[in-house]
């Protein structure tokens, strides 16, 4: 089974569950906000997208840069885990294999082979 990573009200995130549904493909959502991502998701996640998976076009993120960006890395995990919004998202999943970062249609039709 597949899992989304995200916050609900997030447009990204809407396309990303409207696209599994439509494809009738069994997923579970997993939303930031009732279960904060641990910090062995924040090191898989950064192991796969290279850096902390920070999502830095939104709004929490121009938020708080400044003060992110001076933190050691260890404090901007503990940051990220405080204030998932500021991760890039949907983050797809299935098991321990991390899919895809963000929605893109035709990324996710290739990946899920669709």
Partial sequence: MYKIFG???CDTVKKART????KSLDFEFVDFK???PTLELIHLWESVFGSLPVNKKGVTYKKY???FEKLSHAKQV???IKNSSMIK???LQKGQ???CFG???IEYKKTLGI
């Fill in 7 to 9: 916050i609900p009200n």
């Fill in 19 to 22: 696209f599994l549904e439509s």
């Fill in 34 to 36: 009732k279960n904060p």
């Fill in 65 to 67: 840069a400044v003060e």
């Fill in 78 to 80: 503990e940051f990220l």
């Fill in 89 to 91: 998202r949907p983050i």
């Fill in 97 to 99: 294999k991390v899919l």
């Fill in 103 to 105: 929605f893109d249609e």
